[in-house]
């Protein structure tokens, strides 16, 4: 093209993408390590730190690792853990999971000891506390519902009770905010918050999670409580009872397949919204890095921004730690 066939056009949006500088003036949304939500594993025993076969870079820890590790985090600048635990025993009751010596209650009182400031969540549901790995009581193959709610109260208080800042349920059980909530209040336990996992689907993309806490279902999947990956309205539905029962912060979970479901409810409610960045896809990024396919670091920063970015106030990511580093 000669000088006089430039195109005649006011509107040339490249103008600001010319440099780092302009591009980096008009960014719209950034991640931070303010939004960071690290996810941490906890066993019985003592020193032990072993890895997640199919979550490289990922760790059981028992409770004195688990502190270590969390003063790791406090000092990458990572404000927030949310703790699983991997029980001593599992009983068809789920009873392991309020007991006061519990592997979780006792994780809460080491970290709260040593990392004050922390801002610990602990996951409240009853699959890794009970031999059939599903989220509630089975009875006859069925999963029960209000029965296991009541198992969940006692779950809450005991985490409210060991120093939890906030309960996650993420069991997916109808009602089960506002009985907790009830139930925490009840036991004086006002100022503690609830981070629902209000809409959780029925996601392949979990199956790492529960090679992790050896918790995968024993019969059957979790499709009669967990979400059908082909709804939102339904989610719709999901996130307002949970915000009408109590629920102070919502989760969207999996994250990059359902960053839709966060869009819309970002839309529609005025409450902080959670996206967990889940084991699966951690994983994919994982093996095709492994065999050399794809820019491991740039995958996982542009994965974390697209959540911001469709809505996420924070992010569950097992990448929390690199992701920390890279911000620095
Ligand atoms: C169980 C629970 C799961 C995850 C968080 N809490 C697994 C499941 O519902 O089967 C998944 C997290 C992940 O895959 O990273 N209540």
Redesign the pocket.
């Known amino acids: 093209m000669s000088q006089l066939d430039l195109l005649n056009i006011p509107h040339r949006p490249r103008r600001l993408r010319r440099t780092a500088a302009i591009r980096n003036l008009v960014q719209e949304r950034t991640l931070t390590v303010n939004d960071l939500v690290y ?1 941490l594993f906890v066993c019985p025993g003592s020193n032990v730190v072993e890895e997640v076969s199919s979550m490289p870079g990922s760790f059981r820890y028992s409770i004195d690792n688990a502190v270590k590790e969390c003063k790791e985090l406090w000092d990458l600048g990572i404000q927030c853990i949310d703790l ?1 635990g991997i029980p001593e025993k599992k009983t068809e009751d789920g009873s392991e999971s309020y007991n006061d010596k519990g592997i979780i209650q006792e994780a809460i009182r080491a970290i709260k000891k040593a990392v004050p400031d922390l801002c610990i969540m602990t ?6 506390f009970t031999p059939f ?1 599903h ?1 509630g009581l089975v009875k006859d193959g069925i999963i029960l519902n209000d029965e296991t709610v009541e198992v969940l109260c006692k779950m809450s208080i005991s985490h409210a009770n060991a120093g939890a800042d906030f309960v996650s349920p ?3 059980m109808d009602g089960r905010i506002g009985a907790i909530r009830e139930s925490l209040d009840d036991a004086g336990f006002s100022d503690v918050g609830i981070l629902s ?1 209000a809409a ?1 689907y ?2 392949s ?6 090679d ?2 050896h ?3 024993q019969f059957g999947d ?1 499709s009669t409580y ?1 979400m059908n990956a082909g709804n939102t309205d339904e989610a719709m539905k999901e996130i307002e009872l949970d915000i009408m029962e109590g629920a102070d912060i919502v989760m969207v ?2 994250g990059l397949a359902y960053l839709d479901i966060v869009y819309r409810t970002k839309e529609r409610f005025d409450v902080p919204v959670a996206i ?7 994983a994919m990024v994982k093996a095709a890095a492994e065999k050399g396919w794809i820019d491991e670091e740039r995958v996982m920063m542009e994965s974390l921004l697209c959540m911001k970015r469709a809505g996420g106030d924070m992010i ?1 990511t ?1 990448y929390a730690k690199e992701a920390a580093k890279r911000l620095r």
């Open positions: 996810p699983f996951d409240v549901a009853l699959d890794p790995g989220d993420s069991d997916m996992y959780k029925a996601s993309f979990y199956g790492p999670f529960r992790a806490l918790s995968a279902p979790k967990q979970k999996p967990y960045h889940v084991s699966g896809e951690y569950f097992y």
